[in-house]
């Protein structure tokens, strides 16, 4: 069973005995096109990535361009690639996940100290600043 394989997801959630009332309260929605995508980045109160792996990250920083609070996992490259714009919690600790969800959901200050900082962190990350900061190694080992 893949990632990429309906009801993937669902099946997950019953094994690691997620209640039904949950499960039946969670929209799957499938694959969605980038419009419906930059919809639910933009009408979301709060973006959880709870992954246990990433190469680089792209989704929190997807949520963070659309001023989106965010909460991701302490893994991988993830707590590099969101820097201080997202609360962190730790790797398959769902209470923390919670929590953070909660702080976000809950407390107002929290919530625009991550939307600014997100908005920063994207900020700092653009493709010119990739190209600027590879130019800059080549130059430097190229002496």
Request: aromatic share 8%; proline share 4%.
């Amino acid at each position: 069973a893949g990632a990429g394989e309906e009801g993937y997801l669902e099946r997950e959630l019953g094994a690691v005995g997620a209640c039904a009332d949950a499960v039946s309260r969670v929209a799957f929605s499938g694959r969605v096109s980038d419009d419906q995508l930059r919809g639910l980045y933009a009408g979301a109160d709060v973006f959880a990535f709870p992954s246990r792996y990433e190469g680089f990250g792209l989704p929190p920083l997807e949520a963070m361009e659309f001023g989106t609070p965010v909460v991701v996992a302490r893994a991988a490259s993830l707590p590099e690639v969101v820097g201080y714009g997202a609360l962190l919690f730790e790797p398959g600790d769902s209470a923390g996940l919670a929590s953070a969800i909660g702080r976000v959901l809950e407390d107002a200050t929290t919530r625009e100290r991550l939307v600014a900082a997100g908005a920063a962190r994207v900020a700092e990350l653009t493709w010119a600043a990739c190209a600027e900061r590879t130019v800059a190694v080549y130059r430097e080992l190229a002496g």
